[in-house]
């Protein structure tokens, strides 16, 4: 099939790269030329793991291209995926702004049959604002579908190509037919394809992430009653985790949820219910709770130096908001950076692919390590905010070395406390108790 991406972010390039990998001839569009003539060179802006092979493969077999054309890709297009943003506006509903943007610019070379997919997280009824829109732009009644994303950043790929199903919302068979051809190569495995009405397609999306969202604020609540009960959450976390009622996925305690999906989808959703004169109360709890999780390392810091932060020099490993990504948007490290900085510290930083992004934010009032280790060179204590691989096995007396003060504060629970102890730590997690060197 032939196929137009309006939009080359996260969302956009992952699915334009997939399907033009699958067969497709594939367009990708986007309203930045620097960002198109980098990609048209096989640059990739995003980091993704496997995801760079793939569009120098596919760019070089000529079935992925990169425009700022709308008038080149859209009129040969079957299908035309709106994949921009809808970022959270101040009031916590989505900004649709660019999705008007798009919707108008294509609409004058829209192939009559041509199938208008949406692609981007966006509110219930939107799809029908869309097709209303077309229809006065046009001037016919023209095909609008909904196809909502459910990739992890760090894991995209495989959830692209063996995802656990598809959700399609359309408005007749004929249009479902052509995006259950689309998808078959992906499907190989009997995954299932939903296909349902387009507003129960775009809230689908919305309950997915704050169903996820809920459990991780759930699990967050109950490691700081386990704290305070001098319970251990890992503990309580296994003898839950194999009831097969509640399972194992997402149960895992932090500092909290970050990223471009679960905020903004939390918020939004309770934004719609409010429209509707619904008080969403679980909705708030988890944004409420995810707030307060943010703000628990750099409050077990301040109680450990009895509020004394001054000229304390501090480490932390992990600024993205998960591991395999560069991407820092509502990232619990920012929270922790911002609360020391005010505090005096001087920080020290270091994570394998975000730290450029961080330093976009904060210039030179961080020091940025490109080796781990070299984050602990004289610190007072090292806070670990982001589960990267690389960090799971360090050499324990290599990192007492290098600190001033052996003190870990471990916001992902990547440690076990016992070994911590024995190689002489001072030991912080989450949900989990305390354990103090035996030289303190």
């Not at 620097?34 to 096989?42: A, F, S």
């Not at 689309?182 to 169903?211: H, I």
């Not at 490691?223 to 305070?228: D, H, K, P």
């Not at 097969?244 to 949820?257: E, K, M, N, Q, T």
Request: glycine letters at 8%.
């Amino acid at each position: 099939m032939k196929i137009a991406v309006i939009g080359t972010g996260y969302v956009g390039l992952v699915t334009g790269t997939c399907f033009a990998e699958s067969g497709n001839d594939v367009v990708c569009v986007d309203i930045d030329q620097t960002k198109i003539e980098r990609l048209r060179n096989g640059e990739v802006p995003i980091y993704e793991p496997g995801l760079g092979e793939l569009i120098e493969r596919n760019i070089a077999s000529g079935r992925l291209q990169f425009t700022t054309a709308v008038s080149v890709a859209v009129p040969p297009a079957q299908l035309v995926y709106l994949a921009v943003g809808t970022p959270m506006s101040e009031s916590g509903a989505a900004d649709l702004t660019a999705l008007w943007a798009v919707v108008d610019s294509i609409a004058p070379y829209l192939n009559e049959n041509a199938i208008t997919v949406t692609k981007s997280t966006v509110p219930v009824g939107t799809n029908a604002q869309i097709l209303a829109r077309l229809k006065q732009n046009t001037g016919r009644d023209c095909r609008v579908a909904s196809n909502p994303e459910f990739l992890k950043e760090g894991a995209a790929i495989d959830d692209f190509m063996k995802p656990d199903r598809v959700v399609v919302g359309v408005r007749s068979e004929e249009d479902g037919e052509i995006l259950r051809q689309l998808y078959a190569p992906f499907l190989r495995t009997e995954k299932p394809f939903l296909t349902m009405s387009p507003e129960s397609a775009e809230m689908t999306k919305y309950v997915a992430n704050a169903l996820l969202a809920t459990k991780i604020s759930f699990i967050n609540e109950m490691s700081g009653i386990c704290s305070a009960m001098d319970a251990n959450i890992d503990d309580v976390r296994r003898g839950i985790g194999h009831d097969s009622r509640i399972g194992f996925a997402f149960l895992f305690p932090g500092v909290g949820y970050g990223g471009s999906c679960f905020p903004k989808d939390v918020r939004a959703l309770d934004y719609l219910a409010k429209s509707q004169d619904i008080d969403a109360q679980i909705l708030q709890s988890v944004d409420r709770v995810n707030t307060v999780q943010k703000e628990l390392v750099p409050k077990l810091i301040k109680q450990h130096f009895d509020n004394d932060l001054d000229g304390k020099k501090i480490g932390v490993w992990g600024l993205a908001f998960k591991p395999k990504t560069d991407d820092i948007r509502e990232a619990p490290a920012l929270v922790l950076i911002d609360r020391l900085l005010e505090a005096g510290c001087e920080l020290c930083v270091h994570d394998p692919e975000a730290m450029s992004n961080v330093c976009e934010k904060y210039g030179d009032r961080l020091t940025y390590c490109d080796r781990q280790l070299d984050a602990l060179n004289g610190v007072d204590a090292v806070a670990i905010m982001t589960e990267w691989g690389e960090f799971r096995t360090p050499d324990y007396a290599e990192m007492k070395s290098r600190m001033k003060q052996a003190v870990v504060f471990d916001g992902r629970n990547i440690f076990n406390g016992e070994q911590m102890q024995s190689a002489g730590f001072t030991y912080y997690s989450i949900g989990r108790p305390t354990v103090r060197s035996s030289m303190e």
